[in-house]
């Protein structure tokens, strides 16, 4: 799931920003998941190009599945080219479809699932057919001619799990001369994170078409204000991290949130040297890039980014990291007793790296532009962008402004608790992006989401998978909030200890295997998903044999 964030909103701006316009600059927001999707892809480069080795394919399906329903209209009667790549070198009379729903993104992003991780290993030990299909509205994968608001109408979860369905049910393997067709063929769907949500959907609204269902890291559960996000962190990150964090955090919100207080305002903006940037919550918001970095950790390091522990490492140094912060120190001692932690000579210094720390990962990259245009998400030109190349935020953000929900706040803490993040970072401020790029300005309508059940989501053959240190987990059947659950070959239940996001999906190479690659937890999942998916194929063998 990508983050969310550094997304903003200030009415009273957006007639500078219109006059700005000509500036169509990528917001901070998109350029962090550009960041992302560049990090996962260097899994795709490391060994041979997966897209080398598999030929993509399209099936023709139908636009507009739900010809009765209103909120379709105007309907379509047209088909689109759904994309989709499979390796059938492993199959075997009798074996499975295993399918790996790719969710919000290029599909080719998760060929190296195909090659080496989850798909390969299942398709291997159960002599089935490996596939990768692409969700509408991503890749190449699109309905409609553009992502204008309009056209965005058959971008519901709905439209997409019937595009599955209809794939199950129509697909010739290209070269396989056998049909492989649902419900004939038994057919396991995988996905993680939002294709989790999406396989175990999938699992309880077509149970006659998929067999079973793998759910990992799966957000069956959709949260509007997903102030959650942070919990697994606060509670599960370097203490000392996290306690510097949310100290630093709340000198910033005391300072920022209490009235009339501009002076000590512009006081501490310009001491991280953010004076010029005029939005208040733009200020809050650049200073949360290191916290973010918790979910972009992983155990292959291949795709591991350090960033988090680089952040910490900073913030909780007990000696002074940046020369050239040596002139701010009583300015900060003066703005820790504006904040309320005055004389903490270990809280100076760690704000005086803090700021040497924004100057060099955020500051410094503005050169060249005023820091309103560099870090401002305010940006109602950019938003406007409606062609097929804005697919890498417009069409997962028109899920998040219809039906998701997840805005990760600050506000949303509960008071008596210390946020990570500034709870100037509030719904209004974080939902900017669903008024200046589509219109919408009510909430998601998260129900048409949490009616397939949310955390107590359940159902034969459907697997619940999940990293016990993922900051979606809250979003998931394995949340705190959501009732225990016992593991059993029909409903199986993991969690992964100390793991981040969907972690069994990727895997490696025989030949780059060591005695501590993959971790034993990660080897342990994979195994156990092998296993149940054994068993739910004997299943398919004895209901077949009656
Ligand atoms: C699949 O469809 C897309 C979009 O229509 C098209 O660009 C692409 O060339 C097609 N690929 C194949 C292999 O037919
Ligand atoms: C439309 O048809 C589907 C099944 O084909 C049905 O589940 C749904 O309730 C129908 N919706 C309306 C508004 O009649
Ligand atoms: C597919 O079937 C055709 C004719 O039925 C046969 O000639 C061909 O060898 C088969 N191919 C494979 C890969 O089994
Ligand atoms: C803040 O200043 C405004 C005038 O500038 C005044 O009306 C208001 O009462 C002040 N609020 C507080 C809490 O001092
Ligand atoms: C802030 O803006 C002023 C006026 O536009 C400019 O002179 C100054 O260089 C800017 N400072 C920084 C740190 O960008
Ligand atoms: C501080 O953060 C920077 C930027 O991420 C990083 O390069 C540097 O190694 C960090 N310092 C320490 C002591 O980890
Ligand atoms: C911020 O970084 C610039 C280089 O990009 C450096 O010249 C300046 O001294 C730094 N300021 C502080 C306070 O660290
Ligand atoms: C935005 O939507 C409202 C109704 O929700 C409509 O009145 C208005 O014309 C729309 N604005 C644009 C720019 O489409
Ligand atoms: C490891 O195995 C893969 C798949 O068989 C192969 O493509 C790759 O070249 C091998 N790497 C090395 C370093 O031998």
Redesign the pocket.
Known sequence: MFIMKFKIFLSFLILFQVAAAVFARTPVSVLRKQAEIKRRNSLTSRDVDPSTLYPAYNISVPVDHFQNESKYAPHSSDNFNLRYWFDASYYKEGGPVIVLESGETDASERLPFLQKGIVSQLMQATGGVGVILEHRYYGTSFPTADLSTENLRFLTTEQAMADVAYFAQNVKFAGVNKTLTAPGTPYIVYGGSYAGAFVAFLRTQYPHLFWGAISSSGVTKAIYDYWQYFEPIRQLAPPDCVRATQQLTNVVDNILMKPNNSAKIAELKGVF?L??LTDNRDFANSLTGGIYGWQSRSWDPAINSPGFFYYCQNVTATTRLYPDTASLGSTVNDLLAAGGYGNNEALQIEMLNYIGYINLTV?SG?EGE??DQCLSTLNTAFYQQDDYSQQGWRSWDYQVCTQWGYIQTGSGVPKGELPLISRTLDLEYLTVFCRDAFNITSPPDVQAINKYGGFDIHYSRLAIIGGQADPWRPATPLADEARPRKSTTSEPVLEIPDAVHHWDENGLFPNETTATLPPNSIVYAQQFEKDFVLEWMNEWQNHYKR
């Open positions: 040297g004076g010029n500051v503005c005023t820091l």
